[in-house]
């Protein structure tokens, strides 16, 4: 492993077991946040900073001042209701911001091995599993912001930068934002135990399926690809598995240490545009020998004590 590492958007839901993972190995950790840092790792040392990725000479500055051997880009804005509703900011963040990032490397680290965490967002939906050389055709701002982040990525790989592309599918875990179905239930169920809810939770229509992996075995698959991956190469993270939303419900609803109500609130019932979300990581398995070893049921009860410790 490098010894010199940078995690950008170190305190975000990835980028915070990115640098517990990288700090546990021994790396000498830099870790940049633009925001107040509350999910600081605790027990992970490293060097944190405070820089905009919209600030072209303050990113600029921070490379030249400390030149890393590989870089995590991990921060931008996640997927989400908000995102769609700020598409501006969605757009500068995710896409200017790598290219700042990219433009200091190119100039005062230009042998860092750069990993650009895209999103599998940017294919076309089908309901076969997804590999990397499926149709691109991202479906709503938000991956279309993901594309010009993963264009620009690899476009400076074809420059010569060392830069590597991964395209994540859908990841939880403890620290997640509750903004996304999991959290947000596990959230309500911790409300529920303490008598802060009534203890009913309302739900919409939960049969879409995606593929879900633990956020931990996906910061390991980043560092795979820091390790093993050819530049320019993008690799697909996932799980192979699609499950049901309702099975995520039902599975913390179980967990509860209280009666829970599951009700079916017919002013949250919606279609399913996308039914069914899979991918396919034979690549970075291939390449790595990297496979998820998180089962999806300790991710549950790591997120439900999670929200049992932390929730308002």
């Known amino acids: 492993m490098a010894t010199s590492v940078l995690v950008t958007g170190a305190a975000g839901f990835a980028g915070s ?38 600030d072209r000479d303050a990113v600029a500055r921070a490379i030249e001042s400390d030149p890393p051997s590989v870089i995590y880009h991990c921060a931008g804005v996640a997927q989400s209701s908000a995102a769609g509703n700020r598409i501006g900011a969605t757009f500068e963040v995710n896409v200017r911001g790598t ?56 476009h400076a790989a074809e420059r010569g930068l060392d830069v590597v592309v991964a395209r994540p599918f ?28 009534s203890p009913e939770l309302r739900v919409g229509n939960l049969s879409a399926q995606r593929d879900f992996t633990d956020v931990r075995d996906v910061v390991g698959a980043y560092v795979e690809m820091a390790e093993h991956a050819v530049r320019g190469e993008r690799f697909n993270v996932c ?23 599951i009700v079916v609130d017919p002013a949250r019932f919606h279609p399913v545009d996308v039914p069914v979300l899979v991918g396919s990581a034979d690549r970075l398995r291939k390449l790595a020998g990297w496979a998820p070893r998180i089962p999806l049921d300790r991710t549950l009860d790591d997120l439900l004590d999670w929200w049992r410790a932390h929730a308002t």
Do not use: C
Request: hydrophobic content about 45%.
């Open 17 to 54: 077991h990115l640098v517990e993972r990288l700090a546990g190995g021994g790396a000498t950790v830099t870790a940049w946040s633009h925001r107040s840092g509350q999910q600081r790792p605790t027990g992970a040392p490293a060097t944190w900073r405070a820089v905009d990725l919209l």
């Open 99 to 154: 290219a700042n990032l990219l433009a200091a490397v190119e100039r005062y680290a230009p042998g860092a091995r750069v990993v650009v965490t895209s999103s599998a967002l940017v294919y076309r939906h089908a309901a076969d599993p997804l590999h990397e050389g499926s149709p691109i055709g991202p479906a709503g701002p938000y991956a279309v912001s993901k594309l010009a982040q993963d264009t620009l990525s690899l």
């Open 170 to 197: 859908n990841h939880i875990g403890p620290r997640q934002s509750p903004e996304f179905v999991a959290s947000s239930v596990a959230r309500q169920v911790a409300l529920i135990e303490r008598g802060q809810m």
């Open 239 to 261: 799980s192979g598995r699609a499950v049901a939303i309702h099975h995520l419900v039902h599975g913390l609803v179980a967990r509860s240490r209280v009666p829970i109500e």
